[in-house]
């Protein structure tokens, strides 16, 4: 649905393009002039028309170069094993996120020490570079990766939402507690194993 939205939004901006260009309103004037008489709605449905065609036709090769060039990309980023310095900064990147959800999981039990209002980053601020070393590692490894960061955001939602309560209320919410601290607990073994994942990968 969201690729169908986007090649319509394309066609609707390279159709609107054309009709409005330059050289359509100069085709149209030149040819009043020459037929000495005001252009028909017929030709102006066939122009509308033929300006579709041709704006589906530009949408289409605009979608595919982009996917092509995304698809060159990959295929590059693929076939570069990392270096050994980025593959101790993915390490450091997945450590980050085992340590940061076992430190709120643990947080979530003593609500003393909960800071209200608080909105908890689970995946450190170089997770992109992280997630295409990641890739470089394999594919298998770099989906576990955006899984794992699916559910670190997961994570962050139910946080704050509990932050956020007053903390004569958050005692009401315990199954919303303890489904957080499961969630954080997952987020923690996903972090885990993607670690050890890595260290073999880079030894192959």
């Not at 041709?54 to 605009?62: D, G, P, R, S």
């Not at 900064?89 to 959800?101: K, P």
């Amino acid at each position: 649905m969201r690729n169908a939205y986007s090649f319509a939004k394309a066609v609707l901006r390279h159709w609107g393009s054309l009709l409005t260009s330059g050289l359509a309103v100069a085709a149209l004037e030149v040819w009043e002039h020459l037929a000495q008489r005001p252009v028909s709605a017929r030709l102006y449905g066939l122009i509308a028309f033929g300006g579709v065609i041709v704006a589906c036709y530009k949408a289409w090769l605009e979608q595919t170069i982009r996917a092509e060039n995304a698809d060159k990309s990959l295929s590059e980023t693929l076939s570069t094993k990392p270096n050994d310095t980025e593959i101790a900064e993915l390490q450091r990147a997945l450590a980050s996120v085992r340590d940061d959800t076992q430190h709120w999981a643990k947080r979530l039990g003593a609500w003393g020490t909960l800071p209200r209002n608080a909105t908890p980053k689970l995946t450190p601020d170089r997770w992109q570079p992280a997630l295409q070393i990641a890739a470089k590692l394999g594919t298998t490894l770099h989906g576990d990766l955006l899984q794992l960061e699916g559910v670190c955001r997961d994570a962050e939602r139910e946080i704050a939402d509990l932050c956020a309560l007053p903390e004569s209320y958050r005692l009401a919410r315990q199954g919303q507690i303890n489904r957080t601290i499961g969630i954080l607990s997952n987020a923690s073994k996903c972090a885990s194993v993607a670690l050890d994942a890595t260290t073999k990968l880079a030894d192959q």
